[in-house]
């Protein structure tokens, strides 16, 4: 048994004064009055936060490692291994538009026992060729009624598509058995939007990002999904994706409980290298940008630390910006009993944050990472 101490406890939800934390073995135990904690080996924080570990619906990759290349259980636990020294301690490994036979096989990879993977997030390849974005679009086509099968039987965590490709009748299949449908990739209409929604579909891929934009008229993707409260949305927040004021806007709209953080992590992401194949095309880092020879933008090197950093200190506030990254996502993806939230019963997966945000410290089942 263990006693976190020293710091301020987040629960998931709010900020809790004099608390302690209370584990055992991979699990949370109680949170007490520091008055009334047990006996135990007590480790004493010195400041900061102690949170839940984020928990991240839309990795590609990380450390060098893309689910593209090589969609198997290993590199399902590599990705994971590369984000859980940065504080992300639960991940959907996301596979983006591929060949039949690589989605097949990473939906196999995903049933494959991998502590932190809460299953796969197919991000296409059902979605509308006019927002590909880095795509490939020989593989984009549209869904089947033995595609749906295959992501229901595959237990896949999140489906990325759009109406174009998808039509309503199969959105609703895969929501009733418990897929999470996300809109995205997509230049629908507000009111082929709307019904995707209608339909069960509860969330939006990186909002802005590759969608069509809020207009007078034509409110498009962003203004539907800004304005359904049924609607969850994810967020790059990177400064680059999406202008910071855009995160306010989405973060004053949508609120904490349904604006979540997402990294759109690739290999460069979480101790990777500059440059990286994508489906045959060269991509490289420049900063914080990762971009195809043609300029297209292909996915993000931030992890969710960096994700909760810039949103407490450019639109939200902390509280906010650590339910975005731990609760709200855990909601979404229905895990909420286990992951992003402090509380008995739930895994004993923390985050240790300086008072400036620094990222002192990660345990993952109770036991210390080493970073």
């Known amino acids: 048994m263990r006693i976190f101490v020293g710091a301020r406890l987040f629960d998931g939800e709010n900020f809790r004064e004099d608390c302690a934390l209370v584990t055992e073995g991979e699990t949370i135990r109680a949170l007490v009055p520091h008055a009334e ?87 296409g390849p059902f979605i509308d060729i006019r927002r590909k974005g880095a795509h490939p679009p020989q593989h984009i086509r549209g869904m089947t009624e033995d595609d749906a099968r295959l992501l229901i039987d595959g237990r896949a965590r999140v489906v990325t598509l759009a109406p174009a490709s998808a039509p309503p009748h199969l959105v609703r299949r895969l929501a009733e058995a418990g897929v999470v449908v996300s809109l995205g990739h997509s230049d629908a209409t507000a009111e082929e939007a709307r019904a995707c929604f209608d339909a069960g579909a509860r969330a939006v891929t990186h909002l802005f990002n590759a969608m069509s934009q809020l207009g007078s008229r034509e409110p498009g993707v962003v203004g539907a999904a800004l304005a359904d409260a049924r609607v969850y949305a994810g967020f790059i927040a990177d400064g680059l994706h999406a202008h ?38 060269e991509v490289r ?38 339910k975005m990254a731990t609760s709200t996502p855990a909601r979404l993806l229905r895990v909420a009993d ?34």
């Open 244 to 281: 910071a004021l855009s995160g306010q806007l989405a973060y004053r709209l949508k609120g904490a409980g349904r604006l979540t953080l997402v990294s759109d992590a690739m290999p460069p992401a979480a101790g990777g290298p500059e440059v990286y194949d994508l489906n045959g095309r």
């Open 37 to 123: 904690r047990p006996a135990g080996e007590t480790v004493d924080l010195g400041g900061g936060v102690i949170a839940p570990g984020f928990v991240d619906w839309q990795v590609n990759g990380g450390g060098g490692h893309l689910f593209n290349d090589a969609p198997t259980p290993e590199t399902i636990r590599a990705i994971v291994a590369a984000h859980r020294r940065f504080g992300t301690t639960a991940l959907a490994p996301t596979l983006i538009t591929d060949a039949p036979e690589i989605l097949a096989a990473a939906l196999d990879a995903g049933r494959a026992e991998a502590p932190g993977s809460l299953g796969v997030h197919a991000e």
């Open 338 to 371: 286990r992951y992003g939230v402090l509380k008995p019963g739930a895994r004993a997966d923390l985050v240790h944050l300086g008072e400036d945000l620094a990222l002192r410290g990660v345990w993952f089942g109770g036991e210390a990472v080493e970073r």
């Open 285 to 322: 880092r420049r900063g914080l940008s990762l971009t195809l020879p043609d300029g297209t933008l292909a996915g993000a090197v931030i992890t969710m630390h960096d994700a909760v950093r810039f949103a407490a200190q450019r639109f939200a506030t902390l509280a906010d910006a650590l």
